[in-house]
C-alpha cells in the first residue's frame, strides 16, 4: 500500500485515485496547494514540490493546476455534487453517516485559519459531549431527502487564546440514517 498523504481530515491519497468526484475535490485543492508551492519556492529559489497526495511535480503543471482550479468553480453545479459526495463519514456510537455540504467545504477554504479548519477528530467529541439543541422548521427552502430541523451541536473550548464554542450544524435525512454537516465553526465568544 503506497503511503497515505492526509491533512485537514481528508486522505489526498485515496482521494486522488477514487471517484470522479472524490479526484474532482482533489484536483481543486491540488491546484491551489501546488500554486502556493511555487509562488513560495520562487520566493527562496526552490522548485521542487510536491502535490497533496505526495507524488511530485513540477512548476508547469502546478500553474496548470491552478487553471484547473480556477475553471472548477465555473461549474458549481458540478462541484456541489461532487463536494457533497466527498466526505462521508460514520458517527460515533449513534452509527449515523454523516457528509459535508458543499458550502461548508468552501469556507473552509475562503477561510484557511483553524476557525474553519479545527482537526476532525474533534467531531465526536462534539456529537458526543457538547450541547445539542433541536430548531424545527430551521429551514424554510425544502430539500430532497432532507428535514427541515436543524441540529447545533456546540462544544466549549479555546483557539489562539481566544475563547469559544466549536460548532457543527446538521440538518437530518427524513429517515434519521444521514447528516449534512452544513456549519462547523469555532466561534470566539465576543469579548466586551
Same mark, same amino acid.
Given at each position: ?7 485537514f481530515g ?37 522548485? !521542487?514540490?510536491? #502535490? ?5 511535480? #513540477? ?11 480556477? *475553471? !472548477?468553480?465555473? *461549474? ?40 474553519? #479548519? ?28 432532507? *428535514? ?24 437530518? !435525512? ?12 469555532f466561534n ?5
Open positions: 500500500m503506497p503511503t497515505q498523504h492526509s491533512s481528508f486522505n489526498w491519497t485515496y482521494l486522488s485515485e477514487g471517484k470522479p468526484g472524490e479526484r474532482f475535490i482533489y484536483e481543486f485543492y491540488n491546484g491551489f496547494y501546488t500554486t502556493g508551492q511555487y509562488f513560495i519556492g520562487r520566493g527562496v529559489g526552490d522548485y !521542487s514540490m510536491r #502535490n497533496l497526495n505526495g507524488s511530485t511535480t #513540477n512548476t508547469d503543471e502546478a500553474v496548470w493546476g491552478l487553471v484547473g482550479a480556477i *475553471s !472548477s468553480l465555473s *461549474s458549481i453545479g458540478e462541484a456541489k455534487v461532487a463536494l457533497s459526495e466527498l466526505k462521508a463519514t460514520k458517527g460515533g456510537a449513534d452509527g449515523i453517516r454523516r457528509i459535508y455540504s458543499a458550502r461548508e467545504l468552501l469556507r473552509r477554504v475562503e477561510e484557511p485559519g483553524p476557525f474553519h #479548519n479545527f482537526p476532525e477528530v474533534f467531531n465526536n467529541v462534539i456529537f458526543e459531549n457538547g450541547t445539542k439543541t433541536v430548531t424545527p422548521n430551521y429551514f424554510t427552502v425544502s430539500k430532497g431527502g432532507l *428535514s427541515n430541523t436543524n441540529i447545533l451541536y456546540q462544544y466549549p473550548g479555546i483557539i489562539n487564546g481566544n475563547k469559544g464554542f466549536f460548532e457543527i450544524g446538521i440538518r437530518p !435525512s427524513v429517515s434519521g440514517k444521514t447528516e449534512v454537516i452544513w456549519h462547523r465553526f470566539p465568544v465576543k469579548r466586551r
